[in-house]
Nanobody, 121 residues
Framework: VQLVESGGGMVQPGGSLRLSCVAS????????MAWVRQTPGKGPEWVSL????????GYADSVKGRFTMSRNNAKNTLYLQMNNLQPEDTALYYC???????????????WGQGTQVTVSS
């Protein structure tokens, strides 16, 4: 199983970025997927979740209305469109597979290496 994120970078407040996560080594369309972010000294923060078909998405209150998660099962790719970015969105963003029956963070059994998003003027 491999998850590879890309698309991070530095952007000014109010700007936009689109993150991608390419999955391999498993049947991508059979798993719910998530985006999670982390800043140094803080625990991980769940950002968004999408179901297997892409018909349902959920978002943290902190990003609702600004971020949009989607997926293309034919391309084994996950996306996170981030608009109106703010300094508090600065973090390392990970995609994660929800593949375990465990609760909490344990339900995410595979993670990518992360892509850095920095929002600064």
């Amino acid at each position: 199983v491999q998850l590879v994120e890309s698309g991070g970078g530095m952007v000014q407040p109010g700007g936009s970025l689109r993150l991608s996560c390419v999955a391999s080594g498993f049947t991508f369309s059979r798993y719910d997927m998530a985006w999670v972010r982390q800043t140094p000294g803080k625990g991980p923060e769940w950002v968004s979740l999408i179901d297997t078909g892409g018909g349902w998405t959920g978002y943290a209150d902190s990003v609702k209305g600004r971020f949009t998660m989607s997926r293309n099962n034919a391309k084994n790719t996950l996306y996170l469109q981030m608009n109106n970015l703010q300094p508090e969105d600065t973090a390392l963003y990970y995609c994660a597979r929800e593949g375990s029956p465990s609760t909490g963070w344990g339900r995410y059994d595979y993670w990518g290496q992360g892509t850095q998003v920095t929002v600064s003027s």
